[in-house]
């Protein structure tokens, strides 16, 4: 609990504190495009954690076998302990997403959108509950990746370092070998970069502009 609330409202409570200037123009919607990456990157992480702890906790524990015993099946077992934890999750992760909308409404300023980059307005509603659904898409499939790798090799750390591997380095090296083949389109988290919320980039800004 610690560790997932740390990840995301701690870090959310600094960037609130070090608030950009919307008439310097780092503050509005420009803050929060910069800074959404980073509660959204340690939101996934948090869930990741938390995946790995519950999807081994009962056999850590050492009572998994005592409950099997019982005559409930492996899956309610297993399926028994997700509400908490995506609970846990997802309020966290909103804890921090909250914590970094209003750092972008303290921080607004007047400065427009340009071709290349945001304006200092605040963000749009329409933006902000896309973002937040996004965010929450993101950490669900971090916890239940994790809680399902962890069910299966029986070690919170073992499954932790799998999922980090391959979030940090094999994705990009695969990346780097077939950007725009059939495996860019299979792996995970670049799946979930290209079904990121219009609003959140500046090619959308771009776009929208010219239009």
Known sequence: VLAALGLTVVPALIMLVVTGDGDAGTGGMRAFADLFGVITMLSLVSGILVGATIGTADVTSGVFRDLVVTGRSRLDLYAARVPAGLLLVLVAAAAGFAILVAMAFVSAGSLPATFDRFGTVAPETSVLVKAGLWLALTTSVGFALAFGVASV???????????????????????????????????????????????????????????
């Not at 090799?153 to 990009?172: E, F, R």
């Not at 077939?178 to 500046?202: I, N, Q």
Request: aromatic share 8%.
């Open 153 to 211: 090799v029986g070690s919170p750390g073992g499954s932790i370092a799998i999922l980090v591997a391959l979030w940090l380095v094999v994705t990009p090296l695969l990346q780097s070998f077939d950007e725009d083949g059939w495996l860019f389109d299979v792996l995970l988290f670049s799946g979930l970069d290209r079904v990121m919320p219009a609003g959140l980039s500046t090619g959308e800004v771009e776009e929208r502009i010219s239009l």
